[in-house]
């Protein structure tokens, strides 16, 4: 079994910063891409960042120069350093992770965090 928990959403003013963490646990061999993506109410998920194992990030343009993507790679962890929030930012955010599980090392498994809300208010 391979879990991601997300932490760090809430509440801030349009101009505001937060930081969203997430942790991998579980059966884990390897972690290949690990990212964000958001859903806002009544619209598709989209992807927000990505990050590549060996730390190369992949911003949506609109975050670009505003959020920061992290990981390490030997807690199994991953960060979004977001500024200069706008309500448009306003969305539940989930973490995303390629995951190797070490029960089954031919297979690359697609996992999800459960989600954290942010809210910017105007």
């Known amino acids: 079994q391979v879990q991601l928990v997300e932490s760090g959403g809430g509440l801030v003013q349009a101009g505001g910063s937060l930081r969203l963490s997430c942790a991998a646990s579980?059966?884990?061999?390897?972690?290949?891409?690990m990212g964000w993506y958001r859903q806002a109410p009544g619209k598709q998920r989209e992807l927000v960042t990505t990050?590549?194992?060996?730390?190369?990030?992949n911003y949506a343009a609109s975050v670009k120069g505003r959020f920061t993507i992290s990981r390490d790679n030997t807690k199994n962890t991953m960060n979004l350093q977001m500024n200069s929030l706008k309500p448009d930012d306003t969305a539940v955010y989930y973490c995303?992770?390629?995951?190797?599980?070490?029960?089954?090392?031919?297979?690359?498994?697609?996992?999800w965090g459960q989600g954290t809300q942010v809210t910017v208010s105007s």
């Open positions: 579980g059966t884990i061999f390897r972690i290949h891409d």
């Open positions: 995303n992770a390629e995951v190797i599980d070490g029960r089954r090392l031919d297979v690359v498994g697609d996992y």
């Open positions: 990050i590549s194992s060996g730390g190369r990030p």
